[in-house]
């Protein structure tokens, strides 16, 4: 059986964090207790450009990118929300028009989208808030690897 999420917050997991300055910043939005990705609140720790807004959502670079990325962008829900059940419909049309749109504007040859949504202990989140991520892989680069999507808290952080 697993433990309970022990943040207070409820918004972030630092578990789930992997590099030091993010740890860092998370551990400041730790302190004030609200959550990093809703639209009130993103410029305080999120350093990176709006790209396009939406009704809905809000498109951005990636503050902390996985390895072997050409691009890793971020969508992310305008209002709070955690689960799918949360999100307004016409959301889900709109989201895919925005995928399409940056698609078509990086020219994008492939790649993919993960949305992470619930417990962090299950989606392996940072930021317990609805939000895509939208990854080309550097497959050029040197040293290139696969990029890997991790879903579930390690196991030694569920004791």
Known sequence: ????????????????????DQIQVMQEIAG??????????????HKQPI????????????????????HHLL????DHATNLNE?????????FELVQ???KTYNVPGGGWAMRFGDTRYSA???????????VPDITAENY???RIKLGKSPEKLQ
């Open 101 to 103: 749109w940056v698609e």
């Open 87 to 95: 999100l307004a419909t016409e959301a889900g049309t709109e989201l």
């Open 32 to 45: 004030n207790a609200h959550c990093p990705f809703c639209a009130e609140n993103l410029e305080k720790y």
């Open 125 to 135: 989140g940072t930021i317990n808030h609805i939000h895509v991520q939208f990854i």
């Open 1 to 20: 059986m697993t433990k309970p999420q022990t943040d207070s917050t409820q918004f972030i997991d630092i578990d789930n964090a992997r590099k030091e």
């Open 75 to 78: 969508i992310i829900y305008k």
């Open 145 to 147: 690897q696969p990029v």
């Open 51 to 70: 790209l396009r807004k939406t009704e809905h959502w809000l498109l951005t670079t990636n503050q902390w990118p996985y390895d072997h990325t050409q």
